[in-house]
């Protein structure tokens, strides 16, 4: 949906008296930052009759962060975490009555940051955050969010049908991973199986390679956005260069940390299997025939040796190893 018939789906819900409590925004943290803004300033307005008026108090107010009915909750720290603490301070502010005597809202910025312990903490307020209150999470990375969190919210979503998702490239890699090259590699041994290893890290670096490009893309088309948005005032930065590089660094490493969870869990669901656990402890539960046969061509402890095999894979990647190298390691290393 684009941000505008987002807006006035949720604003019309909103004068009707219709609106859900909470409302999980998913979408670029640009889109999802202006469509905040939109509904803030509507939500908040004095004016009685067209909103939001742009004159009065709240309209001022808001696109300084300074409105006393709105709390910010977002991640902070070293590990970018939204806190338990802040969570329970949040609630507490939103349990007061509200300054503007009308609507209070309740912006949740990164909310995939939460970690069990204060989406817990946050779950009832979610729910029934009582009186006029509307909770607003914000998130650009929503596979990363707890489903008890998605559960309780409504979903509005700002990506595009063209934008690309990491789902594509987790197709990619199930594709990879379903075909009887990684499954002959399996059962194989000797020199052929090492360079059935060296095509499987092949293809995989492949799709590596795919998303570095698609990563340094898209930061180049947001930074450019935000110096677009900034003051106007100050030339070209200099350290652009800079910058795109570190935003694209982070999103890459985003998305191949994703990739490389999804493999370390398929590995995991083998071992699973192995083990003589039910269907319904899988991860991947929907490749459950392919799943089963690789298990069948595994003992426990090839398996588990399997699972460590990926998650050193994650420990070369935090060491900053390229991927390439990476790869080529520890692929022939499968059991
Ligand atoms: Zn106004």
Known sequence: MNIDDAYQSIANAVTAGRNAHAYLVCGSQQDCSSFAGRLLLFLLCESASERPCGKCKACASVPGRSHPDITWLYPKGKGRVISVDDVRNTIKTLQQTSFGGSW???????????????????????EEPGGKTVILLLSSKPEFLLPTIKSRCQMVSLLSGEQISPTEWNEKLYGLLADDAYRTRQSGKGAGSVLKALAISGSIAAIFADVKEWASDNAEKELKWIQDQMTR??????????????????????????????????????????????????????????????ASLLSAKAALHNVEQIELLNRYFDRNLNNDEALRYVMPQLA
Request: overall charge negative.
């Open 104 to 126: 209070k809202v309740c912006v949740v910025t990164d909310a995939e940051s939460m970690n069990q312990s204060s989406a817990n903490a946050f779950l009832k307020t979610l």
């Open 233 to 294: 005032d100050a030339e070209e930065s200099d350290d652009f260069d800079e910058l795109l590089d570190a935003a694209a660094t982070a999103k890459m490493k985003g998305i191949r940390s994703q990739l490389v969870k999804n493999l370390e869990l398929w590995h995991r669901d083998i071992l699973m299997l192995v083990l003589g656990a039910p269907a319904e402890v899988l991860y991947h539960v929907e490749h459950i025939e392919v799943l089963k046969e690789r």
